[in-house]
């Protein structure tokens, strides 16, 4: 009788603790108060250990009482009874969402902690830790969802915070592209989830995803709907996933994520945010269980990503690239194993190899000047490089280093048959509408035509 | 019909007439703009007012106290309605946000009397609901950026034309219409004239191009008080909704979708900043059509949700804009000008105002896009899909113009950049009205739930039909929460 208040307050702080966080770093930034370091790395550690502590202990009674599905209720957000239109806030821990939240906590500590020393007077300090609880809190909404828009609420959280933080070193043009690049996915990606979202509800007539995926916990839940429908959503969904880790032919973006502090690099591309795509394919697991054909498709794509992942990371010249190409290789072979059907086996390789990746990127800034300190101590050096006869290379050695080296051409695939024409089309409509506007103006219609790239006139207006 | 207890509605619309008036006889421009913020306050406490007023009525319309309107047409032609309600606060926190932004790099660019007259004819015909009234209003209305476009010395042909055709087919359509005409007799030749005229109004593509003209040639605060309250939309709310039949509705909502995606389209691609809010707006003003004429509660409720969400979202949005054009001149976005440091906050409120026209989750956009894109799938999916694409665009849009004016090499200047307390209040203002809506979207979902079935009650939609569309929606596919951009 007493284990649901416990639970629900104790659901209450795991959710809580990253809103209180972001309202504590986002408030004094609205109002013009200047926080010390001190002050939000302390808000920081607060958040994460509240946070991990209270869903530790709900894993603790969950063990207790042998619960494997505890859902906490926040009622209704929004809602129209005539209608029957509710947006329903609702929160699961089951053995997807406590390792995944517990996980989520303990890394986003770990590289909180990290950060508050690595960015010390760093001029964007604190611009990264309202970042860092932005994504804290999407991650924390997306993996203790229990209705797609709730996921959906937490995924563009997390979306919106990788793309800014890409761009982290903002007084540069290439991290800004690249974090441009990353958001424009990320939209895509959205879209497809949206879409999907939208299709599920038209199918089952609800968010739920106890309604969507069977009523048992996860992962015995059997999708209500039929085959046909199944493979749609999961398409859908598959393409969402893709986006959001980097799968192919969306790779691209990976290697341009890594411009962003190493930090944010670590608990994005190494941990978290790059394993949010295969844990959306997780949570609908039911759904391929629906469609062999689906199941087809998430193992090709899976496959095909660690393939492409395994060749690229073998020519990157620099670590952290090929730590990012490492990682794509694993959320491939993740998502083989879920096409597979072994969620627990992801799900485990997941939470490893998130860890690992953290604590490699984490090291990478260090490791090289360790290295040559070592060299220099010890007089030589300690790789056994040697000079040696090149090897001859077959010609499909040659097109697969080229082809690694440019990164499977993807980026490039993507420009010349999406980007391109788009942009090609929409700026002949632009030129239309000048010729149109200076028809009918009888001469010149555009004065913004004359505007220089970078005419900042300050005192010219003054 | 009830009677407010106060005259809110006369108020509102006198006292700016009575302070345009003022403005224009005074010489000193501070002084000028002094007045005119302590005009547009007491404007928006009597809108504020109104509303609050209303509100504890609970009444579909109701009179103006001693009203005083009578003396000037039909007695029910100037009411507030479920509809116009909230539309007058938002048409007067506009102006007032816009008039206390004005920095003194504008004073002598822009007109205080103008803004002040055209708030008046603004709140006069947001509370109007004769035909011919509204459309007289509409007409005087377009007045202001007219004078102002021609003191600039700019071409004014593409305005006149456009806005003389958007008149001229508003008053041909009034005219054919029947004193028996509603949604089961619709007179078809004056539909489509009065739709017309109105679509023109709304910027509807082809017909837009006057609206990135005037934000060309005019100044961002004249262009920015025409456009951002849509009077194109009311305009269809007031004259066309009642007596246009469904699929002429529907018809409607499909130019607008196109729209929308052809401006989101547009918005990616320009080079300027004041047409890329040009082509932002109209991307955001064309779906919020989108869903006003599909006609059902749920993509009506949204719809005028969205409507007052995309107001002040994308008001906070062009007013930072033009915080940053006062203190930099008209932006091109082929560079990276590298604001961010010296006005972090307006480089913050930028990027939240735009996130929360697109309705991203938080912001007082979410629910109102939710119920807008689940309104628009129950009768055309691939329109649902179509808004979910547009606001996709739109995100990245925005994200891409942020980065082009904030981020780059650190501008150098050699005068503080910083925001002034004025424009720091307004903003903070916009900040609490787009987290607090999204924060509670409760209490405005429920309003315009009321409006959504009194505007199709006003069709002569029975409301048994009503009931049994609902209860057959919810078999087949009852929303419990959706999804949205």
Redo the contacts between chains.
């Keep these: 009788m007493m284990v649901e208040p416990i639970l629900h307050a104790l659901g209450v702080v795991v959710v809580g603790s990253p809103v209180v966080l972001l309202t504590a770093l986002g408030l004094p ?4 108060i200047r926080l010390s370091e001190t002050v939000q790395s302390r808000l920081m550690k607060g958040s994460v250990v509240a946070g991990l502590t209270a869903a530790v202990c709900i894993l603790g009674v969950m063990l207790v009482t042998g619960s494997r599905h505890v859902p906490i209720e926040f009622g ?5 009874p ?7 806030l609702k929160f699961v821990f089951d053995r997807l969402s406590v390792p995944f939240v517990i996980l989520s906590f303990v890394l986003c500590g770990t590289v909180g902690a990290f950060a508050s020393v690595y960015l010390h007077r760093d ?1 964007g300090f604190r611009r990264f830790f309202l970042l860092y609880a932005l994504f804290q809190l999407g991650m924390v909404v997306s993996a203790l969802a229990g ?4 996921l ?2 937490g995924w ?2 997390v979306g ?1 915070s990788s ?1 800014l933080l890409v ?1 982290y070193f ?2 540069r ?1 290439a991290p ?1 592209r690249n ?2 690049r990353v ?2 996915i990320y ?2 990606a ?2 497809a ?3 999907a ?2 299709t599920l ?3 089952t ?4 995803f106890d ?1 969507l995926m069977g009523s048992g916990p996860w992962p015995d839940g059997v999708a209500a709907i039929d085959s046909t429908s199944a493979l749609l959503v999961g398409l859908l969904l598959l393409l969402a996933a893709a986006g959001k880790s980097g799968m192919v032919p969306f790779s691209g973006w990976i290697p341009r994520a890594m411009e962003g502090p190493t930090p944010s690099s670590a608990v994005f591309y190494g941990a978290l945010s790059v394993h949010l795509g295969v844990f959306l394919l997780l949570r609908v697991s039911p759904l391929l269980d629906a469609s062999v054909l689906l199941r087809v498709a998430v193992v090709v794509l899976g496959l095909v990503t660690a393939i492409f992942g395994a060749t690229a990371c073998r020519v990157q010249s620099d670590v952290k690239n090929a730590l990012a190409y490492a990682s794509l290789t694993q959320v491939g072979i993740i998502t083989v194993e879920i096409g597979l059907g072994l969620q627990y086996v992801a799900l485990i390789h997941m939470i490893g190899h998130a860890c690992l990746r953290t604590f490699q990127l984490l090291r990478a800034p260090s490791v090289l000047k360790d290295y040559r300190m070592l060299e220099n101590a010890v007089g030589s050096s300690l790789s056994g490089d040697k000079a040696g006869r090149s090897q001859s290379t077959s010609s499909l050695q040659l097109w697969l280093y080229r082809f690694a080296l440019e990164r499977g051409f993807l980026d490039a695939f993507l420009n010349v048959w999406i980007v391109d024409p ?2 090609f ?3 002949s ?2 030129s239309l ?1 000048r010729r ?2 200076s028809l ?4 010149e ?5 004359r ?12 | 019909m009830p009677e407010l207890h106060m005259p809110w509605l006369g108020l509102s619309v006198l006292l700016p007439l009575i302070g345009a008036i003022i403005a224009s006889l005074t010489k000193d421009r501070e002084r000028a703009r002094n007045y005119s913020v302590a005009i547009c306050l007491a404007t928006f406490l009597c809108a504020i007012g109104e509303w609050i007023d209303f509100v504890t009525l609970q009444s579909f319309e109701a009179h103006d106290h001693w009203n005083v309107f009578q003396l000037f047409g039909p007695a029910d032609a100037f009411v507030v309605d479920e509809l116009s309600a909230p539309l007058l606060p938002l048409g007067a926190l506009l102006y007032l946000a816009t008039v206390l932004t004005t920095l003194r ?1 504008k004073l002598n660019r822009f007109s205080f009397g103008w803004a002040l007259f055209s708030e008046s004819v603004l709140l006069a015909t947001l509370g109007c609901r004769d035909p011919w009234l509204v459309i007289l209003l509409l007409a005087v209305g377009v007045v202001p950026p007219w004078i102002e476009l021609r003191k600039r010395r700019q ?1 004014t ?2 305005y006149s ?1 456009h806005m003389g055709l958007s008149v001229g087919l508003l008053i041909a359509g009034q005219w054919l219409v029947g004193t028996d005409a509603s949604a089961d007799n619709p007179p078809i030749l004056a539909g489509c004239l009065l739709t017309a005229g109105a679509l023109i109004r709304s910027g509807i593509c082809p017909l837009h ?1 006057w609206m ?2 005037l934000f ?2 005019a100044t961002f605060g004249t262009a920015l008080l025409f456009v951002t309250p849509m009077a194109g939309a009311y305009v269809v709310m007031r004259l066309v909704f009642p007596i246009a039949p469904a699929w002429a509705l529907q018809s409607i909502a499909m130019l607008s979708m196109m729209t929308a995606i ?1 401006a989101a ?2 918005a ?5 900043t ?2 890329f809010f040009c082509y932002l707006f109209l991307s955001h003003s064309s779906l919020v059509l989108v869903g006003l004429e599909m006609a059902n ?2 993509g009506l ?1 949204g719809a005028l949700y969205v409507w007052l969400s995309v107001g002040i979202s994308l008001l906070g949005f062009g007013l930072a804009l033009r915080s940053v054009e ?7 976005l ?5 604001l ?2 010296h006005t972090p ?1 307006l480089a ?1 409120m930028f990027l939240l105002t735009g ?1 929360a026209s697109i309705g ?3 912001t007082i956009g979410f ?1 109102g896009t ?2 807008l ?2 309104g628009v ?1 129950d009768v055309y ?1 691939l329109i ?2 179509a808004v ?2 547009a ?3 739109n ?2 849009a925005i ?2 113009a942020y ?1 082009h004016v ?6 150098i ?3 503080s ?1 910083v925001c002034r307390p004025t424009e ?1 209040l307004t903003i ?1 203002v916009m ?1 609490v009205l787009i987290i607090g809506g999204g924060v509670f ?2 209490p405005g ?2 309003s315009r ?1 009321h409006a959504a079935t009194a505007l199709l009650k006003s069709r002569g939609v029975d409301q048994a039909t009503q009931e049994s569309a ?1 209860q057959e ?2 078999q ?10």
């Design positions: 930034l609205l109002i013009g209704n957000w929004a809602s129209i005539q209608e029957h239109f509710h947006f329903h001029r209705t797609i828009e709730t959906f609420f563009e959280l919106l793309a761009a903002h007084e043009p800004v974090g441009l958001w424009s939209r895509i959205d879209a989830f949206l879409i979202a939208l509800h038209h199918l007539g609800g968010g739920d309604g788009f942009l089309a929409f700026r409509f632009d509408e149109w506007t009918l103006s009888g001469g219609s555009r004065e913004s035509d505007l220089a790239p970078y005419e900042d006139s300050l005192e010219d207006v003054a | 790099t071409s042909q593409v034309l191009c990135t003209d060309e040639k052809y389209g547009m990616l691609v320009q080079h300027e004041r047409r509660p749920i409720t006062a203190r930099t001149g008209r932006l091109s082929d560079g990276f000008h590298g961010y440091e906050f913050n996130l991203f989750p938080g629910i939710e119920l894109v689940e799938v999916p649902g899909f979910v694409l606001a996709a665009l995100g990245i994200v891409k980065f904030f981020t780059g090499t650190p501008h200047a050699t005068a950049l720091r903070l900040v979207p409760q979902v429920q739930y609902a929606s919810h087949n596919h009852s929303a419990e929460g959706s999804s949205l951009p």
